[in-house]
């Protein structure tokens, strides 16, 4: 065997063993934008609650509540997709847009839950502005990526 046909063999190994850490990388950097929204959603959430900002569970705010809600979620929707972006290992943009389509993906799980669920729940407009809001919330959190 030739060293050339050597160095093939070694780098195609190496490359192998590149492919799993890589993609448990872009597993791990999509997971972290995904915890970020939802540690700050939630978190946030229990705030408002607990100031009394929002009413107590189960009773029904008002719509101005729910544009807050609907702008601090926007806020960490684009964070999470700066986050997936920036623990991208390669492709930034495509962690952000795949941490959005998450977004699609569970907002329209909770639209049809929630859909004829009650009032308390809140407007029809808001679970339909979550899913419409989150792929472009996504695009820009990894735009700012890239730009920083």
């Not at 050339?4 to 999509?30: D, F, H, K, N, Y």
Request: with cysteine; proline share 6%.
């Amino acid at each position: 065997m030739s060293g050339t046909e050597s160095e093939m063999r070694t780098q195609s190994g190496a490359g192998e063993t590149q492919r799993p850490r890589r993609a448990l990388r872009s597993i791990g950097a999509v997971l972290g934008g995904v915890v970020v929204v939802v540690v700050l959603s939630v978190g946030t959430d229990a705030v408002m609650h607990a100031t009394n900002v929002f009413p107590p569970s189960g009773r029904r705010m008002a719509d101005g509540l729910f544009v807050l809600a609907t702008a601090y979620r926007s806020i960490y929707a684009i964070a999470g997709g700066y986050i997936a972006a920036r623990l991208a290992p390669a492709r930034p943009m495509k962690h952000a847009l795949v941490l959005g389509f998450i977004g699609v993906l569970l907002g329209t799980a909770g639209l049809l839950a929630t859909w004829n669920a009650g009032p308390e729940l809140g407007p029809r407009w808001y679970p339909i502005a979550l899913v419409v809001t989150a792929l472009p919330c996504g695009w820009l959190g990894g735009k700012l990526a890239r730009r920083s």
